[in-house]
């Protein structure tokens, strides 16, 4: 449901969905612009997305789940037993471990990649162990639904992925400084750090200590117009 729930609000109305367009299914199209909601791996579509953005816009939406409720039921369809919070959170700094695998697709000037951050319920009901007593991993999903957008996030350049670094960050900087500035742990700001150096939005420039040094890449400047 999760899927269809945000094709839905994304296409809007009068959008054409489902059709196929140069040999792949499309989620939806809107005008000149095709959408792609992406619940799963950003891989999984990496090449198909990199061959539409030869010709058309894309829209890419990679939902982040910040908050899912746990619905247990006795059967598929059946009764409730209990929900619970799931304490798996996903946050914007998530959208790094997707990007690992798609920066050869981002940026592109016909791609926006939008990133809402949503709450969800999951259905659940017991798995291949349902005659056993029901263990926390024996389970089969049934379905997600939507029950809220809470924030968006829109990234079509490299200066959209910068902006969600510390500010005042030293120049050069090592992922230390990111870590402590955003109050994450080191390996998070170490893949924020590959996927930029990826993206060509930061250039490796040193070392201190065992620390890699960087920079923020310059932008190429504009042509002036004659």
């Known amino acids: 449901s999760l899927h269809r729930q945000l094709k839905s609000i994304y296409a809007g ?3 054409r969905t489902e059709e196929r367009l140069d040999g792949f299914r499309i989620d939806a199209i809107r005008g000149k612009q095709l959408i792609e909601i992406q619940h799963g791996s950003l ?3 990496r090449d198909k997305i990199s061959r539409l953005l030869e010709k058309h816009r894309v829209l890419v939406v990679k939902p982040l789940v910040m908050k899912k409720t746990l619905v247990r039921q006795d059967a598929k369809g059946g009764s409730v037993l209990t929900r619970r919070r799931s304490p798996k959170v996903e946050t914007v700094l998530s959208l790094f471990d997707e990007l690992i695998y798609f920066t050869r697709v981002f940026p592109h000037r016909n791609l926006i990649l939008e990133t809402p951050l949503v709450e969800v319920e999951e259905l659940r009901y017991p798995g291949h162990g349902r005659r056993r007593r029901w263990r926390e991993n024996d389970f089969l999903v049934e379905d997600q639904k939507l029950v809220a957008i809470h924030d968006t996030h829109r990234f079509k350049t490299n200066q959209d992925l910068l902006a969600l670094l510390p500010p005042a960050l030293p120049q050069p900087f090592h992922t230390g400084h990111i870590a402590q500035g955003l ?4 390996w998070i700001a170490q893949r924020m750090t590959y996927v930029l150096r990826k993206c060509g939005a930061v250039l490796e420039c ?3 200590g065992n620390a890699r040094l960087y920079e923020i890449a310059q932008p190429p400047a504009k042509k002036k117009r004659a």
């Open 43 to 45: 891989a999984a579509i």
């Open 206 to 208: 040193g070392k201190q």
């Open 13 to 15: 109305a009068g959008a």
């Open 183 to 186: 109050q994450i742990q080191r």
